[in-house]
């Protein structure tokens, strides 16, 4: 199994500028989930979704949209790109939340906007 | 609201040295906690978990963690540090409940000295 897909793998965005960030996996899971990693902060939770068509905001959700169209993508699309955007960002997944279930993430994103 | 507190942002050890790297958490319910890996370009990966069973609690790669209630504590030590543990490590709080969230600290970079 490829487990948890992020593509592309680097990208670098003018301002103004929209893209979208594709996370495909291919565990089943019902829960994904998309974080940013900026140097020094941790991972912050922009947005979540529990199953198809369901999705929901996380802490910092602000100029990030996201869909749910079938349990295996959850694509995370930027519409007006600023510089404040550039980060690394990962997809994870879980299958639920039963204690013993990890969660899985995507190699990642590394977003540049000049 | 959960909170984790990860001091310092870089710890360096020799080779063969005892490795800890301290994680306090804040939260009102009893958490789930964890310890996540990342190393260079790549996601993060699980090394262990608390699940409010034995509070020393065994990962890959030789790492441990105890679960101190009286000290909201859970740091993650390694008694022989090796060149491959150099990566960046994450503790985590998840509140129990199924839509409840991952959060957290702001990672620590682990350096091996040979």
């Known amino acids: 199994n490829a487990g948890v897909t992020q593509t592309p793998k680097f990208r670098i965005l003018k301002i103004g500028q929209s893209m979208t960030l594709q996370c495909t996996q291919d565990?089943?899971?019902?829960?994904m989930y998309w974080y940013r990693q900026d140097p020094g902060m941790g991972l912050k939770l922009i947005y979540y979704?529990?199953?198809?068509?369901?999705?929901d905001k996380g802490e910092v959700p602000n100029g990030y949209n996201v869909s749910r169209s079938t349990t295996e993508d959850f694509p995370l699309r930027l519409e007006l790109a600023a510089p404040s955007q550039t980060s690394v960002y990962f997809c994870a997944s879980i299958l639920g939340w039963a204690i013993d279930q990890p969660q899985h993430f995507g190699d990642g994103t590394r977003l540049s906007i000049l | 609201a959960q909170s984790v507190t990860q001091l310092g942002s870089h710890v360096s050890v020799s080779e063969g040295a005892l490795v800890l790297l301290r994680c306090n958490y804040s939260s009102s319910v009893p958490p789930y906690l964890f310890w996540y890996v990342q190393y260079p370009n790549q996601g993060l990966q699980l090394l262990l978990k608390?699940?409010?069973?034995?509070?020393l609690v065994k990962g890959i790669n030789g790492f441990e963690a105890e679960f101190k209630k009286s000290e909201t504590s859970f740091h993650l030590t390694k008694p022989s540090a090796h060149m491959s543990d150099a990566a960046e490590y994450f503790c985590a709080v998840k509140p129990p409940g199924a839509n409840s969230k991952l959060t957290f600290g702001k990672g620590i970079t682990l350096s091996v000295r040979p």
């Open positions: 565990m089943n899971h019902n829960y």
């Open positions: 608390y699940t409010s069973a034995a509070t």
């Open positions: 979704s529990v199953g198809a068509g369901i999705t």
